[in-house]
């Protein structure tokens, strides 16, 4: 008699992964204002395989206030990026807020009730890779709860100095990760990947 296994939901659970800039000293703030100077080729593909790969995207509401502002009139305007743009509008985009959001941009929602909960849930539908842009406290929260499964560290040659870094004073004990890789562009960026230790 042949033998068939049978595959539960909890065995194909959706990967989630998030990419942040960060300076030496750990700051994530505000990288639009710090890192374009290693903003190479290499970085550049490497962001784009991790937001690539995914068929939905979740964002923190100012991230996704980011985005909405400037990737749909690229998408309009067809221009070099007009791809990128275009990928962009067809994924699957929610928005974690405590307040209600009205949407303008296609194939956007708003996450309904608990965060975790919500993601837990996510994570068992069927479907890709979910993607985390930028959004701090998002990621933290789902690296605590054990749900972020690639955490993707671009790490510049510079000391930022002063803003938000990825940890601050709010973990009651050490989160411990492992190494999954580690790349060196031309510019000195770092690209480090981290998932949770077994």
Known sequence: MELTETITRSDIMRKITVGLFSGADGVVAEPQT????????????????QIGETDTVLFGRKTYEGFAESWPAREEAKGDDYLMAKALGDKRKIVVSHSPLEFTWRNSEQVQGDLIEYVKELKAEEGGTIGLSGSVSVVRQLMRAGLLDELH??????????????????????????????????TGTLHVVYGPAD
């Open 34 to 49: 710090w890192h374009f100077p290693y903003f190479g080729e290499e970085l550049g593909a490497a962001v784009m395989k």
């Open 153 to 186: 560290l671009y790490i510049h040659p510079v000391a930022v100095g002063n803003g938000l870094r990825l940890w601050e004073d709010d973990l009651d004990e050490p989160l411990k990760l492992k190494l999954i890789s580690c790349d060196v562009f031309k």
